[in-house]
């Protein structure tokens, strides 16, 4: 976790974790969690992740980014959890969170997949409000993420972005 935070830019959450093991001798509960919420994901138990994070929330407990981006890149792989994945994504952003290219341009893929206009209007309100919050895009970052993907996807994602950013 702590190698994924810092890759990610957000050494200072793996400097916080790893300050709170080696003096407390004591794991944050935010590991715990995270680790729940990765096996439940690694076995096909998207619900199950969901109702574990859920209870992190209830319990108090703050998702760090690694914690937000396992869940979110797993929730966008099936498009019956994309505005699961949507949510978690602004609640990370009204957190001061800056998640990656490979997890924004994954939720915006997974409304693209979807390959309907509701959904990409949503998609599209989705990019303007990320915009808002202090998102720019990088087309040469999603470029890199949609590398192999079939290209009517790819042009539907960045028409999606670009579409905002022209207004």
């Known amino acids: 976790m702590c190698q994924a935070l810092i890759e990610d830019g957000n050494a200072d959450q793996a400097v916080e974790i790893h300050h709170t093991i ?27 992740a969901l109702e574990t994070y859920r209870g992190m929330l209830d ?10 981006t396992v869940l979110i890149n797993d929730l966008t792989a099936d498009p019956n959890f994309s505005r699961d ?10 957190k001061g969170m800056r998640p990656n290219a490979a997890t924004c341009t994954a939720v915006i893929e997974s409304f693209a997949k979807q ?3 509701a959904s990409e209007e949503e998609c599209k309100e989705l990019v303007e ?3 808002g919050k202090g998102f720019v895009p990088n087309a040469k970052a999603m470029r890199e993420v949609l590398k192999g993907r079939p290209t009517p996807l790819v042009k539907r994602v960045m028409t999606i972005v670009l579409s905002n950013l022209k207004g």
Not at 59 to 68: I, K
């Open 115 to 117: 390959e309907d206009e």
């Open 129 to 131: 409000v990320m915009v």
């Open 59 to 68: 319990a108090g407990v703050a998702p760090n980014s690694y914690t937000y």
């Open 85 to 94: 994945a949507k949510k978690c994504l602004l609640e990370m952003m009204d």
């Open 22 to 48: 080696v003096k407390m001798r004591n794991w944050p509960i935010v590991l715990f969690y995270t680790c729940v919420i990765e096996a439940y994901l690694k076995f096909g138990k998207t619900k199950g």
